[in-house]
Nanobody, 124 residues
């Protein structure tokens, strides 16, 4: 398993932007699919975005397409999630996850390394 650490959460207003960052140990990005998930109390964890280790293949949930962008920084060893046009329904704890696998995966059960999560709250 890989140790991951999220940062960047906070309280924002509707329409604001926020960038989440996931710190990854050096060398891990190569060969790992990285993803962001979110969860609200009483609901299952849902996939938000994922990026293949080659950096070219990405996945976005329909609810965030056009508003969120996942990216990886191989120099600083981070995976970022830029969130724009935030809505109250984006309020959740956001988790970073990793899996050493050759193809892009997106389901929570496919990932074996998780961060502790960072709270994002969007006020109306």
């Amino acid at each position: 398993q890989v140790q991951l650490a999220e940062s960047g959460g906070g309280l924002v207003q509707t329409g604001d932007s926020l960038r989440l960052s996931c710190a990854v140990p050096k060398g891990i990005l190569l060969g790992h699919v990285m993803a962001w998930f979110r969860q609200v109390p009483g609901k299952e964890r849902e996939s938000v975005a994922a990026i293949h280790w080659n950096g070219f293949k990405t996945y976005y949930a329909d609810s965030v397409k056009g508003r969120f962008t996942i990216s990886r920084d191989d120099v600083n060893n981070t995976v970022d999630l830029l969130m724009t046009g935030l809505k109250p329904e984006d309020t959740a704890v956001y988790y970073c996850a990793a899996r050493h696998i050759s193809h892009l995966v997106t389901a929570p059960y496919a990932f074996d390394s998780w961060g502790q999560g960072t709270q994002v709250t969007v006020s109306s």
